[in-house]
């Protein structure tokens, strides 16, 4: 297959997903048709949900497969220009968060205290702001990458609070909290352990390790959504 041709399957493949999510988005917002049962209806959003899930892994191939295309024209060719771009624009991505990356660094594992005591009870929760605060430190003192639960912290990443959880980049994750940060092990270990809130949290019995790692890896950011994703929030609303 010549690149003309993957470029048009990966277009093709893109705007097909979009339009899948959109059509099944749909559905779930109309009013049901009175002959369908749940059966019935369960097992059509479980086939959206599966096809979706495989129109994301063949666009996930197909980017790698172009990229691969990109890097054999410039080792092919020989060319120096090409081969620059290349570099310059795998930067961007890294700085963006849109490549996985490799590296020694910190891990630092949150947990709210087991059991409330004369405090009040919010004093015993990590809150949006002690994460940010957190991941604000980590960024201050050179982490190159980070992640909370896996989902990769980009420039516009803020968790907040959602009851006892926090949302990252969309999605809500309940406690405990992995922060994986890439960078100097003993910067970054020393940065979190001198934090003043580390301390008064460790103090409430919120639970916080820090624990220095050789190797850590940091996924990219997901660009495409998942369906299951795309009907959070959405609710059954009956007449």
């Known amino acids: 297959m010549n690149k003309g041709h993957k470029g048009m399957m990966f277009v093709i493949f893109l705007l097909f997903g979009?339009?899948?999510?959109?059509?099944?988005?749909?559905?779930i917002l109309s009013e049901p048709d009175e002959g369908a049962t749940d059966r019935q209806l369960a097992a059509e959003l479980e086939a959206a949900r599966q096809e979706n899930q495989k129109l994301i892994e063949q666009l996930e191939q197909l980017e790698a497969e172009r990229a691969q295309l990109w890097k054999d024209l410039g080792d092919n060719l020989n060319n120096q220009q090409i081969n620059k771009l290349l570099k310059e624009r795998d930067y961007e991505n890294f700085r963006a968060g849109l490549t996985a990356v490799k590296g020694?660094?910190?891990?630092?594992?949150?947990?709210?205290?087991?059991?409330?005591g004369e405090l009040d009870v919010m004093e015993y929760i990590i809150h949006d702001n002690d994460i940010n605060n957190i991941l604000d430190e980590l960024k201050a003192n050179g982490a190159q990458a980070i992640s909370i639960n896996g989902e990769r912290v980009m420039f516009s990443t803020k968790p907040v609070c959602a009851g006892?959880?926090?949302?990252?980049?969309?999605?809500?994750?309940?406690?405990?909290?992995?922060?994986?940060?890439?960078?100097?092990?003993?910067v970054l270990y020393n940065a979190i352990e001198s934090m003043?809130?580390?301390?008064?949290?460790r103090l409430a019995d919120i639970r916080i390790n820090v624990v220095k790692q050789d190797e850590i890896v940091i996924n990219k950011y997901n660009i495409y959504t998942p369906l299951e994703q795309s009907l959070e929030g959405l609710e059954v609303v009956l007449k």
């Open 196 to 201: 003043a809130q580390v301390a008064l949290m």
């Open 164 to 186: 006892p959880t926090i949302i990252v980049n969309n999605n809500r994750y309940p406690p405990p909290y992995v922060i994986k940060a890439i960078g100097d092990p003993d």
């Open 18 to 27: 979009i339009l899948i999510t959109l059509q099944f988005r749909g559905i």
């Open 104 to 116: 020694s660094g910190i891990v630092i594992t949150m947990e709210d205290a087991p059991a409330s």
